[in-house]
T-cell receptor, first 113, second 115 residues
């Protein structure tokens, strides 16, 4: 089954404690991205990757890092989380940039206290 | 400024009634247009998309959307709503000249369905 898998689904952490949210897709997609969803703001892109070792900033990259060492995986790293990063995070993948269907993971709800 | 706007934050309709969710965009060139649905606790699923051609597009789950260039709109419709349609709906665009190929989302419209 074609899917994007994120882990964990829920996470509560403390300010400053590094964390990683994993994302894996089984569709051999080149394009992957991370979004955060906040009430009244819709989804905003954090980072994206057009292929292995190719990543770039989206609209709200501050406080986040990503890596793309393998085509299937695109982890999101918060080196020093802060309360304003409390949000619902989605990973997405698509065959190419933008014009093909984006497949989304089920989301990771992160709370930073 | 370039933007995607969904004017309605929350809509409630009765089961069996018709539905229209509004989406307006502000871009110099007509962007590529999408509607996604987010069911509770789930990720987003593509309902339909418009790139060019026939301005009335059919999607999954009985949804359709009409592109109106003169109004810069891409409204989502369904003739008869089912209780399982309760979800959040996002209009999204990919600007034609955006090198990042980034999906840009509206704020979302939450749909509630009354029995």
């Amino acid at each position: 089954e074609a899917q994007v898998t994120q882990n964990p689904r829920y996470l509560i952490t403390v300010t400053g404690k590094k964390l990683t949210v994993t994302c894996s897709q089984n569709m051999n997609h080149e394009y992957m991205s991370w979004y955060r969803q906040d009430p009244g703001l819709g989804l905003r892109q954090i980072y994206y990757s057009m292929n292995v070792e190719v990543t770039d900033k989206g609209d709200v990259p501050e406080g986040y890092k990503v890596s793309r060492k393998e085509k299937r995986n695109f982890p999101l790293i918060l080196e020093s989380p802060s309360p304003n990063q409390t949000s619902l995070y989605f990973c997405a993948s698509s065959l190419s940039m933008g014009l093909t269907e984006a497949f989304f993971g089920q989301g990771t709800r992160l709370t930073v206290v | 400024a370039q933007s995607v706007t969904q004017p309605d934050i929350h809509i409630t309709v009765s089961e069996g009634a018709s539905l229209e969710l509004r989406c307006n965009y502000s871009y110099g060139a007509t962007p590529y247009l999408f509607w996604y649905v987010q069911s509770p606790g789930q990720g987003l699923q593509l309902l339909l998309k418009y790139f060019s051609g026939d301005t009335l597009v059919q999607g999954i789950k009985g949804f359709e959307a009409e592109f109106k260039r003169s109004q810069s709109s891409f409204n989502l419709r369904k003739p008869s709503v089912h209780w399982s349609d309760a979800a959040e709906y996002f209009c999204a665009v990919v600007p034609r000249y955006n090198q990042g190929g980034k999906l840009i989302f509206g704020q979302g419209t939450e749909l509630s369905v009354k029995p």
